[in-house]
């Protein structure tokens, strides 16, 4: 039987274990990335290592938060440029461009092995690389050399046959596969797109399609490496790099799953989930009030072709806020020399930061109770900086249709050729604002008094007693647990940031569980399905263990967040039973034993003292897992000898 494409890039980084779905395997990794909001964590936690250099080729891209109303961002990229230069990374400016994006353009390479420091990372999964969004902590591990643990993922085939109707995009194949797959119980499962259809598809269609895998909770998902990528690697000067990488023809996969492009239509992920997916037609011409194109989903530069060619000659409704934030700097460039910018700038468009801004809460937050189109990834309630406001996920095309006329619009409802648009030959190549490394160990590193030590955990103790602090329901996104926007400047400094854990869900989370740790008393997270849905961000894992977290009991939990929990000493745990979700209350006082014995079979028999009941509790770690967990961390795992 053939292989995937998925366990032939699996089979050549293989390390440890076996390649069977579900177990743990240690694979190599080539390329890693960081961005601004997890990266200086993730150095503080490679400084901790102790190597002069790194291993592997990595980047590390300032573009999540560029403010500057105060020092804190200031200092974190001066901290980010200092440790790239000393360890040998890439460091690309804020203002060069959002990570994935400009990974795509410039680093991506069809058969190797990324892991980001960001969720979205599998948009260089439109390469034919392996692409992983992790922790930080896990990025310092790969650049320190050590293997990648993951789950040997279950691989879905996703079949697209036909090709894209005028006006519908690669924003409304993935919106067509979130409503098929949606953004839960997709743990351990990888998606590889193959098919007369898939071909069809350029490689920034294919990267908007891998980038919002992350919204469904998948591994990764890949494109083949054909010739449409190896056009792209030549538009970029990157040609050397390509090699044809496709499935057998005789693959097997664990699912296959038919997608006719032909039948598609204008798609709209509604608030306040993206698997919220109804056709645009459906949305009946609702008044709208604001409209964002951007983020490392759809501001390629074929993305903002199409808005040029959508607004040229046109206004924007007046009673729409329009703002446009191209994804890298290359694009920008590239719409300003051809005129392009000047037909959206004459709209009556704001033009943004090629950053992620609006899509993380950065600015652009909308007026209360509005309805908002983005191009981004994203729609929690809240992320937008407004709570009270309705994100709708659109394509670009929607987007600009429907800030022309200020209400939902179907694209294929105006009279507009943009067939004619095609990617350019050459891409403007110009790296000046990715600074190359100089791995120059007489670099003094400047640390602000923005910049913290990463805080460490102690070991696991045998048996001790802990407070439900919070008890949470469906879907608590790393949004909830750890705000961005405003809240994204104390990152690297967790006895700050961790102040604000839950703080909109549950103001005095953070007081609460100080005052349990002051008595002596630890504290335990309850949640119900699919928490830590969204970003990797790992201060979802580092502040709760700041604060005395020890345990989150759930019904499930995503991959990264899982990882996250284990890299810092926070013990999963699953609820067997519907109904001990129903029987464990905030303020339950838990008592804990967590004997080797218990370690060993892992289920934990927890004594609630409180309502005077007994339950069993499994943990889904495997042993390497557990290990790190009763260590207190992965980086006590390390010191420890582990590996
Ligand atoms: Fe940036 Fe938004 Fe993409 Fe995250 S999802 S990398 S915040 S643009």
């Known amino acids: 039987m053939g292989k995937s494409l998925i366990y032939k890039i699996l089979e050549s980084h293989l390390v440890e274990g076996n390649l069977v779905a579900g177990e743990d395997i240690g694979i190599k990794i080539d390329q890693t990335l960081t961005q601004d909001a997890l990266g200086t964590m993730a150095y503080l936690e490679f400084e901790t290592l102790g190597l002069d250099r790194v291993t592997t080729l990595s980047v590390s891209y300032v573009d999540h938060n560029t403010l500057q109303d105060g020092f804190e961002n200031a200092d974190d990229h001066k901290y980010l440029q200092d440790v790239a230069n000393k360890y040998g990374i890439y460091y690309s400016k804020a203002g060069n461009g959002i990570c994935h994006q400009v990974h795509v353009e410039r680093f991506a390479c069809p058969g190797q092995t990324l892991v ?47 090709s894209l109707p005028r006006m519908c995009a690669a924003k409304d194949i993935v919106l067509k596969v979130l409503s098929i797959l949606t953004t839960k119980g997709n743990v351990g499962t990888a998606l590889e797109y193959t098919g007369e259809g898939a071909a069809t598809l350029t490689v920034p269609q294919r990267a908007t399609i891998t980038n919002m ?16 990528t190896k056009e792209f690697l030549k538009s970029q000067g990157r040609e050397e790099v390509w090699k044809p990488f496709v499935a057998d023809i005789d693959a097997e996969y664990d699912e296959v799953i038919v997608i006719n492009l032909d039948e598609l239509v204008p798609m709209v992920a509604c608030p306040h989930s993206p698997d919220n997916v109804k056709t645009v037609a459906e949305m009946n011409q609702i008044d709208i009030d604001q409209v964002l194109v951007g983020s490392c989903t ?93 994100v709708h996920l659109v394509s670009a095309e929607t987007a600009v249709a429907s800030a022309l006329t200020g209400k939902f619009t179907d694209p294929r409802t105006l009279d507009v050729d943009i067939s004619h648009i095609e990617l350019p030959e050459i891409y403007d190549i110009d790296d000046s604002m990715i600074i190359k490394p100089m791995c120059n160990h007489q670099v003094t590193i400047l640390r602000g008094p923005n910049i913290g030590e990463p805080p460490t955990n102690t070991m696991m103790p045998e048996h001790f007693t802990a407070k439900v602090a919070i008890k949470v329901g469906d879907k608590i996104t790393t949004d909830h647990i750890m705000p961005a926007g405003p809240y994204l400047k104390f990152r690297s400094n967790v006895p700050v940031y961790s102040n604000y854990t839950f703080c909109h869900v549950k103001p005095d989370f953070a007081n609460i569980c100080k005052s349990n740790v002051a008595n002596g008393i630890f504290n335990v997270i309850v949640a119900h399905e699919s928490y830590g849905q969204g970003s990797s961000r790992e201060h979802a894992a580092l502040c709760p263990m700041y604060l005395g977290v020890k345990a989150v009991i759930a019904k499930s939990i995503e991959r990264i967040h899982m990882d996250n929990l284990v890299n810092f000493g926070i013990l999963p745990l699953f609820l067997e039973n519907e109904s001990d ?14 004997s080797n014995d218990e370690f060993r079979r892992g289920i934990f028999t927890i004594k609630n003292n409180t309502k005077g009941v007994t339950y069993n509790l499994k943990t889904p770690l495997n042993n390497r897992q ?18």
């Open 581 to 594: 979700y129903e029987l464990l209350d905030e303020n339950d006082e838990l008592l804990f034993n967590m």
């Open 116 to 162: 980001g420091s960001d969720s979205h990372t599998p948009t260089s999964g439109s390469l034919g690389m392996f692409a992983m969004g992790v922790g930080g902590m896990d990025v310092a591990a790969s650049m320190a050399g050590k293997p990648f643990h993951l789950v040997c993922p279950r691989v879905i085939n996703i079949k697209l046959i036909g």
């Open 626 to 643: 557990k290990e790190i967990v009763k260590a207190g961390g992965k980086l006590n795992f390390f010191k420890n000898g582990g590996k």
């Open 298 to 390: 759809n501001s390629s530069y074929h993305d903002l072709m199409v808005v040029a060619a959508m607004l040229k000659g046109r206004k924007i409704n007046p009673n729409v806020s329009f703002g446009v934030a191209p994804g890298s700097r290359q694009v920008l460039e590239m719409i300003a020399k051809n005129g392009a910018l000047a037909d959206i700038v004459a709209s009556g468009a704001r033009i943004l930061e090629s950053t992620c801004g609006f899509c993380v809460g950065c600015g652009q937050a909308p007026r209360t109770k509005s309805i908002s189109l983005r191009t981004n990834n994203r729609n929690y309630e809240g992320r937008s900086g407004t709570k009270s406001a309705l």
């Open 213 to 228: 895998g992350a919204e469904m909770g998948v591994t990764t998902s890949i494109f083949e490496s054909d010739e449409k």
